[in-house]
């Protein structure tokens, strides 16, 4: 026990720091028209719904980390002794993750009968999650001049999407390996359908502790257009870019599209997203003062006007969203025909 206690005030002092200490800048490795949306040391995501062609803008940034260049509207800078790329693909059959690999090389300019020194793919789509996780850790740590890691389909290494233990303990695996390899981990997660938050405790884990996360939506005025944004980052905000697919099957710059929005987030038809914890617990203590509420149109009157009364006003339309968004993240519940508010909801 005393050994036990030892350990821990050792490592307590070791994590400390001191005003004094000189702490190096995180090197900058992957940007977005410009502006920083990867570091070594950190982790992003690329979220998106299903054909929103996620994947295509992942070969993008595979592509420009290939060459140290630009591809698409991302650029590479990775150290000299930073440039292997691990991917691991834990959805697509062997045949489809060679045609991934394939746009990548392409994208990139390099030739594709033989296969580059610095990228290493592996298909992990038979294996269980545990397996899956274990085989990812053991090519970070055995495998020399890592830089960046895509993780396609980050979901697929756990069992359950909302169990919130899961999720904390995949998250704290993403942060543990690229502060001790000092590497940066993009990975892919799916967005629901009904409204653009990431998917499960995993999705709300993504948001809080990730560097950034883009955004793949398709146009809603050209669907063979796909738009890119920044749906949260550390660094300055992107302007945001939109590419179509070729006729070689390539993405590239959608040249002449024009958002139907310029200037405006893809987030801004969620204001309510953009609310704190606490904000919600404030107008969700409003409008279930009297406890459980029977009926869709009554709760969302009661919605409309306990939002409201904490200075946060929707309309009818961003109300139904809301009631979604919270029903997403656990923090209201619908039993026996009646809305019931879960405080113990994690957000």
């Given at each position: 026990?005393?050994?036990?206690?030892?350990?821990?005030?050792?490592?307590?002092?070791?994590?400390?720091?001191?005003?004094?200490?000189?702490?190096?800048?995180?090197?900058?490795?992957?940007?977005?028209?410009?502006?920083?949306?990867?570091?070594?040391?950190?982790?992003?995501?690329?979220?998106?719904?299903?054909?929103?062609?996620?994947?295509?803008?992942?070969?993008?940034?595979?592509?420009?980390?290939?060459?140290n260049g630009k591809v698409l509207g991302y650029t590479a800078e990775f150290p000299d002794d930073k440039r292997t790329i691990l991917y691991f693909d834990t959805e697509?059959?062997?045949?489809?993750?060679?045609?991934?690999?394939?746009?990548?090389?392409?994208?990139?300019?390099?030739?594709?009968?033989?296969?580059?020194?610095?990228?290493?793919?592996?298909?992990?789509?038979?294996?269980?999650?545990?397996?899956?996780?274990?085989?990812?850790?053991?090519?970070?740590?055995?495998?020399?001049?890592?830089?960046?890691?895509?993780?396609?389909?980050?979901?697929?290494?756990?069992?359950?999407?909302?169990?919130?233990?899961?999720?904390?303990?995949?998250?704290?695996?993403?942060?543990?390996?690229?502060?001790?390899?000092?590497?940066?981990?993009?990975?892919?997660?799916?967005?629901?359908?009904?409204?653009?938050?990431?998917?499960?405790?995993?999705?709300?884990?993504?948001?809080?502790?990730?560097?950034?996360?883009?955004?793949?939506?398709?146009?809603?005025?050209?669907?063979?257009?796909?738009?890119?944004?920044?749906?949260?980052?550390?660094?300055?905000?992107?302007?945001?870019?939109?590419?179509?697919?070729?006729?070689?099957?390539?993405?590239?710059?959608?040249?002449?599209?024009?958002?139907?929005?310029?200037?405006?987030?893809?987030?801004?038809?969620?204001?309510?997203?953009?609310?704190?914890?606490?904000?919600?617990?404030?107008?969700?203590?409003?409008?279930?003062?009297?406890?459980?509420?029977?009926?869709?149109?009554?709760?969302?009157?009661?919605?409309?006007?306990?939002?409201?009364?904490?200075?946060?006003?929707?309309?009818?339309?961003?109300?139904?969203?809301?009631?979604?968004?919270?029903?997403?993240?656990?923090?209201?519940?619908?039993?026996?025909?009646?809305?019931?508010?879960?405080?113990?909801?994690?957000?």
């Amino acid at each position: 026990m005393q050994e036990v206690k030892e350990d821990i005030l050792r490592l307590w002092e070791e994590k400390q720091l001191r005003i004094t200490d000189e702490i190096q800048t995180a090197p900058e490795v992957l940007y977005a028209n410009g502006s920083v949306i990867g570091t070594l040391g950190n982790f992003s995501a690329s979220t998106g719904k299903a054909k929103s062609k996620k994947t295509f803008n992942v070969a993008a940034i595979v592509g420009a980390s290939l060459v140290n260049g630009k591809v698409l509207g991302y650029t590479a800078e990775f150290p000299d002794d930073k440039r292997t790329i691990l991917y691991f693909d834990t959805e697509q059959s062997p045949y489809h993750c060679q045609k991934v690999m394939e746009r990548a090389l392409r994208l990139a300019k390099l030739p594709t009968d033989t296969h580059p020194e610095h990228l290493k793919f592996a298909a992990l789509r038979q294996l269980t999650p545990t397996l899956r996780l274990e085989v990812i850790e053991q090519a970070i740590i055995n495998t020399p001049g890592v830089g960046l890691v895509i993780i396609d389909g980050v979901r697929d290494l756990m069992y359950d999407i909302n169990c919130a233990k899961e999720s904390t303990d995949l998250i704290g695996k993403l942060m543990e390996w690229t502060d001790k390899f000092q590497i940066h981990i993009h990975t892919v997660l799916h967005l629901n359908k009904s409204d653009d938050n990431a998917r499960g405790h995993v999705g709300t884990e993504l948001n809080n502790k990730a560097e950034t996360i883009l955004q793949i939506s398709r146009s809603k005025t050209d669907d063979t257009v796909s738009e890119v944004c920044a749906a949260m980052i550390r660094a300055a905000e992107f302007d945001p870019f939109a590419f179509r697919v070729n006729d070689y099957g390539l993405p590239e710059i959608a040249s002449g599209y024009v958002f139907s929005e310029p200037g405006k987030k893809a987030k801004d038809p969620y204001p309510y997203k953009e609310l704190t914890e606490e904000q919600h617990r404030e107008a969700l203590g409003v409008i279930f003062a009297n406890g459980p509420i029977k009926g869709c149109r009554n709760f969302e009157a009661a919605l409309k006007s306990g939002y409201a009364a904490c200075g946060h006003s929707y309309s009818n339309n961003k109300v139904k969203g809301l009631k979604t968004f919270l029903d997403n993240k656990g923090m209201i519940r619908y039993e026996n025909r009646e809305y019931i508010y879960n405080p113990d909801f994690y957000y």
